[in-house]
Every structure is written in C-alpha cells, then in structure tokens.
C-alpha cells in the first residue's frame, strides 16, 4: 500500500504541474496581453505532389480511415479502390472520396501489383493480421492506431519489417494530423524552448451514441491505454527525441461504465526515455457541455521555457482549434496555428517511393506501441475502482 500510495502521489504530481502550467500560460495569453502571432503554412499548400503512388483501403470500421485517405491523397496518392462489407460504411465513404470502384475482395486488392500501399481501419484485433498479409504481398502499410494490441503481434510486426523491408505505418494523427502540434515540433527542433526535458499529455475523449460492439471490448481495441494511450506514447517519444525508453508507472480502471465490464474509461502511465520524461493520462470523461470531442492538451517542458498546446478547443476564449502558447527566455507567445499545412501525406508517399523516413521513423512508431503494451500488461487499478 506504501507504494502505491507513492506511485499514486507521483503520478498525481506531474498532472497537476501540467495543470498549473497551464494556467500560468493561459494567464499571460488572456491577461497581460501576449504577443499574437499567425504561424505560416510551412508548406505550400497547392504544391503539386513530388510522387504519384498508387493506393487501396481495407476497412472502415473506424472513420479514422478518412483522413487517412484524405492525407495520402493530398500527398500524390491515386486511390484505386476500397474493400470493405458494410453498406453504411461503404456509403460514407464514397460520398467524401467518390465513387470509388468496390474490390471483390482483399485478395483483390494484395494480387494487384500495381498498388504500392494499403491504408486500414478495421476493428483493432485484425489490423496486424491483416498488415503482416499486405507486407507479405510486397506492399507498405498504413494502419489507423492502435496499429498492435498485443506483445506478440508487435514481435511478429517488427520479425515482418526486417524479413520483408515492407513499411508498418501507424497513424498517429494526434501529432501527425493536428497542425499545432506540427508546429510545436518545428519549434523544438528550432531549439524554441532549449532541450525538451519532460512531455505531458492529457487526452480526454467523449463515449458518445451509437458505439459498435467491440468499442466495448478490450479484447478487441486492446484496453484504454493500447488504444488512445498510443498517440501520446508517440508524441512523448518524437518531442524528447528518445530512442529508448521504458514504463516506470501505469494504471487503468472503469470507474463510470460498469455495466459495460469489458471497457476502460481511464488510464495513465509515466515513462522514461533517453530524451526525458512523460505522463500520459487518458479518459472517456468529456462532458457534454464541451463543443468538441475531447480538451486535447499538451505541454512540453524544455530548459529554456515552455510550451502548451490546446489542440482542438480553448473553451473560455478564442474560436476553432490549434491554439499554441510559448514561453521562453525574452516573452510570452500566443501562435495561432490553424493554418499549418499538414506533411505527412507528401512526406510519407515520398517515404514509400524513395524508401525514405521523412513522415515516421518505423522504429519509433514501434517503440511508441510497444511503451502502451507494456503498460496496459502492467497497470494496476486506481484506488477509487
């Protein structure tokens, strides 16, 4: 009980340091009338694509697979068909991408060499089987995260990378496609705020209607933090640039769904890299009264300041998403980053074509699965379960 009681206290720690951050940076943003800046795009946005690459989509159980075509789309890919068996889903998807032709089935679209690319999004226990199949038919592979739910679909994975020389790519959109955090990166790598030290996440999401059966089922989406926990895991180890890192803490629990037994609606993890430090805290508890889906929040602790993100709401002040507050040696800084240019699509088709790792370092995309698994395997039950 001591150590829990320890590691609790630890862990409650470093949220409230996030959450006092945050206040501190709110406070000069709204209130001692911070610099405001507009971020450039980065990237010309009516560019041409540098590569055409040819691409298919199988399933679309999770509408995550739209803006995954969306992205290799914008990045030079011709989308040449879609394979998937329920009529909504089919439907949905054609009336954002068109009439795209319906293969017969998947074996359709792994015969076919002319594709170079899979992009998926079906239920969370198949997406690995189905990625070892595309990578074994000579294709690159892009999954919606959690990309793996298991130790040993990511053993199998990583045996497929080396045999294969095949990409496993996982969309990690909370940084790849969130313009804020776009720019943060660029930042950091600019030496904004010195040598990132610590990262905290806080992603809160909303249960909403209408959920499938096996968003219930942590057998099948893998648990909380193997799921939603996956995009912080990357963006812990991208900002503090490890490459090497282990869990010290996790825990998760269903503290407000218990007539679904199978589900977790919370969870949290710390973890130490090569590069520095991070928690994660993950949860199912948005509350209505909030316009968006979720207060996803960011704040990256560097030796030479700080920065914090609110990437999809300010909910007391300024409209729209994409909000970065910076503070560093000489002042505080408001940046609003809405018109960041997103690229991961362009990088990542340049990726496949010139075998490149300009949009995701597999390694790290791995490393980032491989922290959530780890942790969900070892967490403990908060003490209020």
């Not at 959450?19 to 971020?39: C, D, F, I």
């Not at 009529?87 to 068109?98: E, M, N, T, V, W």
């Not at 189905?130 to 919606?144: E, F």
């Given at each position: 009980?001591?150590?829990?009681?320890?590691?609790?206290?630890?862990?409650?720690?470093?949220?409230?340091?996030?959450?006092?951050?945050?206040?501190?940076?709110?406070?000069?943003?709204?209130?001692?009338?911070?610099?405001?800046?507009?971020?450039?795009?980065?990237?010309?946005?009516?560019?041409?694509?540098?590569?055409?690459?040819?691409?298919?989509?199988?399933?679309?159980?999770?509408?995550?697979?739209?803006?995954?075509?969306?992205?290799?789309?914008?990045?030079?890919?011709?989308?040449?068909?879609?394979?998937?068996?329920?009529?909504?889903?089919?439907?949905?998807?054609?009336?954002?991408?068109?009439?795209?032709?319906?293969?017969?089935?998947?074996?359709?679209?792994?015969?076919?060499?002319?594709?170079?690319?899979?992009?998926?999004?079906?239920?969370?226990?198949?997406?690995?089987?189905?990625?070892?199949?595309?990578?074994?038919?000579?294709?690159?592979?892009?999954?919606?995260?959690?990309?793996?739910?298991?130790?040993?679909?990511?053993?199998?994975?990583?045996?497929?990378?080396?045999?294969?020389?095949?990409?496993?790519?996982?969309?990690?959109?909370?940084?790849?496609?969130?313009?804020?955090?776009?720019?943060?990166?660029?930042?950091?790598?600019?030496?904004?705020?010195?040598?990132?030290?610590?990262?905290?996440?806080?992603?809160?999401?909303?249960?909403?209607?209408?959920?499938?059966?096996?968003?219930?089922?942590?057998?099948?989406?893998?648990?909380?933090?193997?799921?939603?926990?996956?995009?912080?895991?990357?963006?812990?180890?991208?900002?503090?640039?490890?490459?090497?890192?282990?869990?010290?803490?996790?825990?998760?629990?269903?503290?407000?769904?218990?007539?679904?037994?199978?589900?977790?609606?919370?969870?949290?993890?710390?973890?130490?890299?090569?590069?520095?430090?991070?928690?994660?805290?993950?949860?199912?508890?948005?509350?209505?009264?909030?316009?968006?889906?979720?207060?996803?929040?960011?704040?990256?602790?560097?030796?030479?300041?700080?920065?914090?993100?609110?990437?999809?709401?300010?909910?007391?002040?300024?409209?729209?998403?994409?909000?970065?507050l910076i503070v560093d040696k000489k002042q505080a800084r408001y940046i609003d980053c809405s018109q960041v240019v997103l690229p991961f699509g362009p990088q990542f088709v340049t990726d496949i074509v010139e075998r490149t790792s300009l949009a995701q370092d597999q390694d790290q995309a791995l490393l980032a699965?491989?922290?959530?698994?780890?942790?969900?395997?070892?967490?403990?039950?908060?003490?209020?379960?």
């Amino acid at each position: 009980m001591k150590d829990l009681a320890s590691r609790r206290g630890f862990l409650l720690a470093a949220g409230l340091a996030g959450a006092t951050s945050a206040v501190a940076a709110e406070g000069w943003a709204h209130g001692l009338g911070a610099p405001q800046e507009v971020a450039a795009p980065g990237m010309d946005p009516t560019a041409a694509p540098k590569h055409r690459i040819r691409f298919s989509v199988i399933g679309l159980d999770h509408y995550h697979i739209m803006s995954m075509t969306a992205a290799v789309k914008r990045g030079g890919g011709e989308l040449v068909s879609v394979y998937a068996t329920d009529p909504k889903q089919i439907a949905d998807f054609r009336k954002q991408f068109g009439d795209v032709p319906l293969a017969r089935s998947e074996d359709e679209i792994l015969q076919d060499k002319s594709i170079q690319l899979v992009a998926a999004a079906p239920i969370p226990d198949q997406r690995t089987p189905l990625g070892l199949r595309v990578m074994a038919a000579g294709k690159d592979y892009l999954s919606d995260k959690p990309g793996i739910i298991t130790l040993q679909q990511l053993a199998q994975v990583r045996a497929a990378v080396k045999k294969t020389g095949r990409k496993y790519a996982i969309m990690y959109s909370e940084r790849l496609e969130v313009p804020a955090a776009v720019k943060a990166g660029e930042l950091v790598q600019a030496g904004a705020i010195g040598k990132v030290v610590q990262t905290v996440n806080l992603a809160p999401h909303r249960i909403g209607t209408g959920r499938p059966d096996w968003f219930w089922d942590k057998a099948r989406y893998g648990g909380i933090l193997t799921d939603i926990g996956s995009h912080q895991a990357d963006q812990f180890l991208f900002y503090t640039g490890s490459k090497t890192a282990h869990v010290v803490a996790s825990q998760t629990g269903n503290l407000n769904n218990t007539d679904h037994p199978k589900f977790e609606d919370f969870g949290d993890m710390t973890a130490v890299g090569s590069g520095g430090t991070g928690y994660v805290r993950v949860d199912w508890f948005t509350p209505d009264g909030l316009g968006v889906w979720g207060d996803g929040r960011l704040f990256l602790l560097g030796t030479e300041g700080y920065i914090e993100l609110r990437k999809y709401i300010d909910p007391t002040g300024r409209p729209g998403g994409n909000h970065l507050l910076i503070v560093d040696k000489k002042q505080a800084r408001y940046i609003d980053c809405s018109q960041v240019v997103l690229p991961f699509g362009p990088q990542f088709v340049t990726d496949i074509v010139e075998r490149t790792s300009l949009a995701q370092d597999q390694d790290q995309a791995l490393l980032a699965a491989e922290l959530v698994l780890t942790a969900q395997k070892n967490a403990t039950r908060p003490v209020t379960a």
